[in-house]
RNA sequence: GCGCCUAUAGCUCAGUGGAUAGAGCAGUAGCCUUCGAAGCUAUGUGUCGGAGGUUCGAGUCCUCCUAGGCGCGCCA
């Protein structure tokens, strides 16, 4: 328990004792250091249940926090004072002396620093990407998985046991259209006439598909029906589509074909919505009564000629997910699917699990510019700048961290040429460069300091004077905010609270480095020094690796 | 028509119902014989889209309105 909880607890008895009111208590960091290191509103929302003067009612919290702290060996050293501020605020100050326990507690904890068991042993599936196998990945399909990898490195961190899952859409009308539109193509190559759909495909490696298959078989598939070509297409392109993200840097454990889900699957998925009465049967269709869970209207699952609607197969599919045993599963959709939300969250909680262990995250479309030129994303028609391009213009860590700093619900304007030309001022390096100088601080170090082992280094019981510096002081406080700041992304279901983070720690990095030399004559100082940057290029590896990207230790 | 998202500094964006709303970019002026100047320091900038409401307290919650984006199929 670390000392915030600590004190919390300690705010939360002396108000259960003394004040005969319910009210959620919280300890927050102020928004100045002139307000102390933590700070609690209850007198104002206790004074305002109890109609009292909000100060009167902090001054006796303050009397009652002060004797009780008394009494207390684990806290009596830490808290040096309690002070109440207009309008009823009670601001906690700290002994300095706490703050180089922060570095050993660091130290100690290395790797697992900020790290939490909280939600040890629970299951979670986190569904994302899942792009129709139709065409290679898009920008916006990048963000997805940036945005779903990072989450997932963050849930793992909560203790949870993350699984990461993208839903291969091989089956259905696209697919078939898919098969067309590359059948077209390769016959048009054989010098025969193909009628192409105005609603198929006609990108470019469309195209490339043909020309492959004419490589290989030369002109014996000419018989071959649009299944043949649709196979073939898909494959290819599952296969581009696997390379790009892992070229990205995201590994699924698994690609779930919807194709595999067999009939049996979808009939008892059916057959458990029909026992409850969800089931309505009309004009030869069937329907899930998705008006009741709020929908506008009732949905086909499967259609009047038998075939089953993505709809109904979706269903099974997430029953077969909560059968596979997962606690929550989180699924990321574009916002064109937002339409879709009402209806699956209905039908998961009709099938018998609480909604609330489905959780769906829209991430906004990405908008793709040139300068001022917006460049469409339609898959169909074949102009569009994958993500691969994009990646390979920008490079993975900013393409990465620029989609990892926003809202995942804020629409986002990816200027190429801004990210381009500003990329050597790109807040991502800012971060690896503060790491790659730290790197070299220790190398330094090493060469001035013949044996030095900076995990050796305690700064138990030493004076609090050694790292006194407004610089040293605010970056041990920062570095203290790491485990509430991915506990805070892990509940919000947000990633760019880190990203924020780790810009601010490294902003500190750098003042500090420009104010105070590390390696001094004098060798307490150096010590203590070293062991703070060693702390901060700790913190700032484990972030960058939550999300994804590189730390290198030179640029 | 209905639904979802967005609106905060010149630009791009943070902001967990709390204290004087913050960063970066762009502008200006400084800082390298000393651990990497991809850095640091200083400097000013706001009708938080508008109007009501809830609250001791609203950029944050509720209602309405405006503007932009997206979606509303027995498509996926």
């Known amino acids: 328990m670390d000392f915030r909880e600590t004190l919390l607890s300690l705010v939360e008895k002396v108000v259960k004792?003394?004040?005969?009111?319910?009210?959620?208590?919280?300890?927050?960091?102020?928004?100045?250091?002139?307000?102390?290191?933590f700070s609690t509103n209850i007198a104002m929302q206790i004074a305002s249940l109890r109609k009292e003067e909000p100060q009167e009612v902090g001054r006796e919290i303050i009397h009652?926090?002060?004797?009780?702290?008394?009494?207390?060996?684990?806290?009596?050293?830490?808290?040096?004072?309690?002070?109440?501020?207009?309008?009823?605020?009670?601001?906690?100050?700290?002994h300095q002396d706490s703050l180089l326990d922060v570095l050993e507690e660091i130290k100690r904890e290395g790797k697992d620093y900020g790290s939490s068991k909280a939600k040890k042993g629970k299951k979670i599936n986190i569904e994302f990407v899942s792009a129709n196998p139709t065409g290679p990945l898009t920008i916006a399909h990048g963000r997805q998985a940036a945005f779903g990898d990072a989450l997932a490195n963050i849930l793992k961190e909560q203790g949870y046991e993350v699984f990461r899952e993208y839903y291969v859409n091989d089956e259905g009308t696209q697919i078939d259209l898919l098969?067309?539109?590359?059948?077209?193509?390769?016959?048009?190559?054989?010098?025969?006439k193909a009628s192409f759909s105005e609603e198929g495909y006609k990108g470019d490696y469309i195209k490339a598909i043909a020309q492959q298959i004419f490589a290989q078989e030369g002109k014996s598939k000419k018989e071959?029906?649009?299944?043949?070509?649709?196979?073939?297409?898909?494959?290819?392109?599952?296969?581009?589509?696997?390379?790009?993200?892992?070229?990205?840097?995201?590994?699924f454990d698994l690609y779930f074909s919807q194709r595999s889900l067999t009939r049996e699957k979808i009939e008892k998925a059916i057959e458990t919505l029909d026992k409850k009465g969800y089931i309505l049967r009309k004009e030869g269709a069937?329907?899930?009564?998705?008006?009741?869970?709020?929908?506008?209207?009732?949905?086909?699952?499967?259609r009047s000629d038998g075939r089953i609607t993505y709809f109904g197969w979706d269903i099974a599919y997430h029953q077969d997910k909560y059968s596979r045993g997962f606690a929550k599963l989180i699924n990321l959709w574009g916002p064109d699917h937002h339409g879709y939300l009402k209806r699956l969250k209905g039908a998961i909680e009709a099938l018998g699990y609480p909604k609330e262990t489905l959780s769906i995250i829209i991430v906004q479309l990405v908008s793709l510019y040139r300068g001022k030129d917006k460049i469409p994303i339609s898959t169909r028609a074949g102009k569009f700048i994958t993500l691969r391009q994009v990646i390979e213009e920008i490079g993975k860590d900013a393409t990465r961290f620029f989609f990892l700093s926003r809202r995942s619900d804020s629409h986002l304007d990816f200027d190429?040429?801004?990210?381009?030309?500003?990329?050597?001022?790109?807040?991502?390096?800012?971060?690896?460069?503060?790491?790659?100088?730290?790197?070299?601080?220790?190398?330094?170090?090493k060469k001035e300091?013949?044996?030095?082992?900076?995990?050796?280094?305690?700064?138990?019981?030493?004076?609090?004077?050694l790292l006194n510096k407004k610089e040293e002081i605010e970056l041990i406080k920062k570095l203290s905010e790491f485990p509430s700041i991915l506990s805070l992304c892990a509940q919000k279901l947000e990633v760019h609270p880190l990203t924020t983070y780790l810009y601010e720690l490294s902003s500190l990095l750098h003042s500090f480095y420009n104010q105070h030399r590390v390696v001094t004559e004098n060798r307490e100082i150096t010590y203590a020094r070293l062991l703070l940057v060693y702390c901060t290029k700790l913190v700032i590896e484990k972030g960058l690796g939550v999300l994804g990207i590189s730390a290198p230790t030179r640029m």
């Open 17 to 37: 004792e003394n004040f005969s009111v319910q009210v959620s208590i919280s300890l927050q960091k102020p928004p100045k250091k002139e307000f102390g290191d």
């Open 64 to 94: 009652k926090l002060k004797q009780r702290i008394r009494e207390d060996e684990q806290i009596k050293d830490k808290v040096k004072e309690i002070k109440l501020a207009p309008p009823g605020f009670i601001n906690f100050f700290l």
């Open 179 to 192: 098969g067309e539109s590359v059948r077209a193509c390769y016959l048009h190559l054989l010098g025969e």
């Open 224 to 251: 071959e029906d649009k299944d043949f070509f649709a196979r073939f297409a898909l494959d290819s392109i599952l296969q581009e589509i696997k390379d790009d993200l892992k070229r990205f840097g995201v590994n």
């Open 286 to 302: 069937i329907f899930f009564k998705s008006k009741e869970f709020g929908d506008d209207k009732d949905r086909v699952l499967v």
């Open 416 to 445: 190429l040429q801004l990210a381009k030309k500003k990329s050597l001022e790109n807040p991502v390096y800012y971060i690896q460069y503060a790491y790659a100088r730290i790197c070299n601080i220790l190398e330094f170090a």
């Open 449 to 465: 300091y013949k044996q030095i082992n900076i995990s050796s280094i305690s700064l138990k019981d030493k004076e609090s004077s």
